[in-house]
């Protein structure tokens, strides 16, 4: 049994130990907190203010395009201004350095008026890109214009090379679809996308068509209203971009066993051997969009269709031989000939390349027979060029075509060649390289024969 007389002791100290603790915890003084360092704020030169308020006296600096991480090869600075009143008119000044240390005015928008309170313009400048994006009320929804500018040759000024219309979809609304119109106005492609929200999945459907070309719009004479461009981004009636449907579930099955992580772009059926429907379908990774350059990695698949009606994966080529994240890639399958067109948007003009690739013998893989390439550019004097190059691998005959518009006349050359013989270059492995396919080939003996000419 324990004596509980000499626990009376113990216990007493432990009180009073903890007593003590207690006290001196309360007179003691909290540690001081330790000092974080505060990022520094982000600010414009102070040479870059003083320009502005000169230029720009009534209005106020909203944002700008300056601010850290640097973009590599910009060295201007987009900022938006605004004016105190309740008009809601910004504008976007483009500054540049001077070359003596300062700074200047390089060009400046006229007067934007969104239209709203909750309303908005931005802008930001990416090598060979300005964006500036304005916000509308568009009844009960917000339509967001993104405006795209490219500079000019020399002392040319930024004009307006693409314009993209977008409304959200409301949540919660089953009647609200997602809408966006996208326009290159150098070519006058156009491509209109709708998602439809349903009950188990959104419908996603594309359509491409072409709108007139406009005559170059410098920077400093577009006028931003919501109706400048309304031939180009006018909604339209929704259109489904295959109208055959989707892929059939055997090609859906052995198109991700392959690639599971890769989604398809565009497809297209036809005959390529045989008198089944084949296939080819252009397949990116499904992360494309985030990554710059990821249309490197896109690859063309082709199934061929089999007697009890399914489809075997039958050849797929290598990845592309671009790094062009906003490249386009289409194929089709018509005459028995395979054909994939690669285009590629700068803001002087459009690249297209048209590769052709048809079966020899039944034994043999597909194979590479015809190129196409065209390219054309456009000065901001509405100078004109295009250049059309056809070569047909299987005879070795090789015709370009060179058209010139200057001050309204049109000239015309056209030079013929002949290519030497070269080894067959199948889809397989194919990295849509042009000059890989065709520029290595040695021209035959002959020399040019130019066939017209003014």
Request: net charge negative.
């Amino acid at each position: 049994m324990l004596d509980h007389s000499t626990l009376r002791p113990t216990v007493r100290a432990a009180f009073t130990l903890a007593l003590t603790a207690i006290v001196a915890a309360c007179t003691t003084p909290p540690p001081k907190p330790v000092a974080v360092a505060k990022p520094p704020e982000h600010r414009l030169p102070d040479a870059v203010v003083r320009v502005l308020a000169e230029r720009f006296p009534n209005q106020t600096i909203v944002s700008d395009s300056s601010s850290a991480p640097p973009t590599p090869g910009v060295d201007d600075i987009a900022v938006v201004l605004k004016k105190g009143d309740i008009s809601g008119e910004s504008t976007v000044a483009l500054v540049a350095p001077d070359g003596h240390g300062g700074w200047r005015v390089a060009d400046a928008s006229q007067p934007i008026v969104p239209g709203c309170g909750k309303c908005s313009v931005s802008a930001d400048l990416a090598p060979h890109g300005l964006y500036v994006r304005v916000i509308r009320a568009d009844g009960a929804d917000f339509e967001n214009f993104t405006y795209q500018f490219a500079p000019g040759a020399g002392t040319e000024p930024w004009r307006l090379v693409n314009v993209t219309a977008y409304v959200p979809a409301r949540p919660g609304d089953p009647t609200s679809h997602g809408f966006s119109a996208s326009v290159d106005l150098l070519t006058g492609q156009r491509t209109d996308i709708v998602d439809e929200t349903g009950t188990d999945a959104t419908l996603h459907r594309e359509h491409q068509s072409a709108v007139p070309l406009r005559p170059a719009i410098a920077f400093g004479d577009f006028s931003f209203a919501p109706d400048a461009l309304d031939a180009e981004t006018r909604r339209l009636p929704p259109v489904v971009l295959d109208p055959a449907g989707t892929l059939p579930p055997a090609a859906v099955d052995a198109l991700r066993e392959r690639f599971p992580t890769m989604t398809v772009k565009s497809q297209a059926s036809g005959t390529l051997r045989g008198e089944g429907r084949d296939i080819a379908a252009v397949l990116v990774p499904a992360d494309r969009a985030a990554r710059t350059g990821a249309a490197a990695d896109a690859v063309v698949a082709v199934l061929l269709a089999q007697p009890d009606g399914s489809v075997r994966l039958a050849e797929v080529s290598g990845a592309m031989a671009h790094d062009c994240s906003t490249c386009d890639v289409q194929v089709q399958i018509a005459r028995r000939t395979l054909s994939v067109q690669t285009s590629d948007v700068t803001a002087t003009g459009r690249t297209s390349v048209d590769y052709q690739f048809a079966f020899k013998p039944k034994d043999q893989p597909l194979r590479l027979v015809g190129v196409r390439s065209e390219t054309t550019q456009r000065a901001a004097d509405n100078t004109n060029r295009r250049i059309v190059a056809s070569t047909n691998l299987v005879s070795g005959e090789r015709v370009e075509v060179v058209e010139d518009v200057v001050n309204g006349r049109r000239s015309h050359n056209e030079q013929k060649t002949h290519l030497a013989p070269a080894a067959p270059v199948p889809l397989s492995d194919f990295a849509f390289d042009p000059t890989a396919a065709v520029d290595e080939a040695p021209p035959a003996a002959s020399a040019p024969i130019r066939l017209s000419g003014s």
